[in-house]
């Protein structure tokens, strides 16, 4: 047990940012070029930790509390979502709750921290991640209950570790809407092709990208750490949930979700490849999609 909480702690700190290293040289490739080196986003992490940073004289405390908070809360949900093992390290009755309160949390810290700058351009992000988070978070909702009434257990671990292939065929259909809508709002809640596009600083596009535009140096580093974290624990529930294999064997069963997220950030890479970002006006009615899908999973799981 030690053993396996030693490992799911380290993967949750170290490997996050390769994901982020992949979808780039997956984008490199697809588009001809040999890309940056896989470890690049650690470098670049590296190199901002190492710089000094700059404070408007219009901000206090909480400017510089947002990345912080949001780390820590994404940090502590990651401990909530099994990896390899069948146990998270901590679980419990009605976490599925929690880990939807520390996302939110999360997001609220950095709206608040990007409206503590006072620019107009922050406000505009803030509300637009203010708006489609209406619209991402009952998509999240819904699968989780729709996994609930499969498993019969209100814990993440009782609802992801203990799935088996078996299941998925006996209810491919409604898990399938569900890893379609949990696609989408990884997509979204990680500011990906094609609702961002965390390489541009184009304001009048952006949603999340513009709400750290005034942050630089470590707290920036933190906040590019941060989001890599977030990727890794959403891509974990979607790959519980496409991949339900345990063989028993521990070692083995690290090396399958170790690969599985390798797996998962080169679709995401293939995607951002094929398709272009959406106009602003066009995001309401993905995530809704997103929304509509997982919903009508939870139905087909309550007929």
């Not at 380290?10 to 992949?22: D, E, Q, T």
């Not at 679709?267 to 509509?292: F, H, N, Q």
Request: proline letters at 5%.
């Amino acid at each position: 047990m030690v053993t396996n909480v030693f490992i799911h702690a380290m993967l949750a700190i170290l490997l996050p940012p390769l994901l982020i290293g992949v979808i780039a040289r997956t984008k490199a490739l697809c588009a001809g070029r040999s890309g940056a080196p896989l470890l690049q986003p650690y470098y670049d992490i590296a190199r901002l930790w190492n710089k000094g940073s700059v404070f408007s004289s219009t901000t206090t405390w909480v400017f510089r509390a947002g990345p912080l908070v949001s780390l820590a809360v994404v940090l502590t949900a990651a401990l909530l979502i099994p990896f390899g093992a069948p146990q998270a390290p901590f679980s419990f009755r009605g976490d599925m709750l929690l880990f939807l309160y520390l996302f939110a949390l999360a997001r609220f810290f950095t709206i608040i921290a990007a409206l503590d700058t006072g620019s107009s351009f922050e406000g505009m992000g803030s509300a637009r991640e203010a708006t489609f988070a209406c619209l991402a978070e009952p998509a999240l909702l819904f699968s989780f209950l729709a996994l609930a009434k499969l498993s019969g257990s209100f814990s993440l671990t009782g609802m992801l570790a203990h799935r088996s292939v078996v299941n998925l065929i006996n209810d491919g259909a409604p898990l399938l809407m569900l890893l379609g809508g949990l696609y989408v709002i990884i997509l979204a809640e990680n500011c990906r092709i094609p609702f961002d596009d965390p390489n541009t600083h184009l304001e009048l596009t952006m949603i999340h990208e513009v709400m750290v535009l005034d942050h630089s140096g470590p707290l920036f580093g933190i906040i590019l750490y941060g989001a890599a974290v977030k990727l890794f624990v959403l891509g974990a529930l979607l790959i519980h949930i496409a991949f339900p294999i345990s063989s028993g064997y521990q070692v083995l069963d690290w090396g399958v979700f170790v690969c599985s997220q390798l797996l998962l950030a080169i679709t995401i890479g293939l995607t951002e490849s094929l398709m272009a970002r959406l106009r602003l006006v066009k995001i309401p009615y993905l995530l809704a999609v997103a929304t509509i899908l997982t919903a009508f999973g939870l139905l087909l799981v309550l007929r």
